[in-house]
């Protein structure tokens, strides 16, 4: 699992069978972890025991170096999918 970026306690990391995903990085602390996409900005898309406050403050790191972790990705997984929407639809 290729890690992208340590910043403080932070690890942004993916694993290698995610490549056919969209672009996105996971983020660990201790026992606590976050999935973020990165197209067409970051948005969060799991998380398992971060707080409110501990996911703004992810997501803020994870827009202040999103050019690197795109990067990161694209050198490990090649070009990118095209960008998706990643909101859930709704049953209307």
């Given at each position: 699992?290729?890690?992208?970026?340590?910043?403080?306690?932070?690890?942004?990391?993916?694993?290698?069978?995610?490549?056919?995903?969209?672009?996105?990085?996971?983020?660990d602390?201790?026992?606590?972890?976050a999935?973020?996409?990165?197209?067409?900005?970051?948005?969060l898309?799991?998380?398992?025991?971060?707080?409110?406050?501990?996911l703004?403050?992810?997501?803020r790191?994870?827009?202040?170096?999103?050019?690197?972790?795109r990067?990161?990705?694209?050198?490990?997984?090649?070009n990118?999918?095209?960008?998706?929407?990643h909101?859930c639809?709704?049953?209307?």
């Open positions: 699992m290729p890690t992208a970026l340590r910043l403080g306690l932070y690890r942004f990391y993916f694993y290698s069978y995610d490549c056919g995903e969209p672009r996105h990085m996971h983020v602390c201790e026992n606590k972890s999935k973020f996409w990165l197209d067409p900005d970051a948005a898309a799991e998380n398992h025991g971060y707080t409110r406050k501990e703004r403050d992810i997501e790191l994870t827009r202040e170096n999103l050019e690197r972790l990067h990161e990705w694209d050198a490990f997984c090649g990118p999918r095209p960008a998706q929407d909101q639809l709704g049953n209307g």
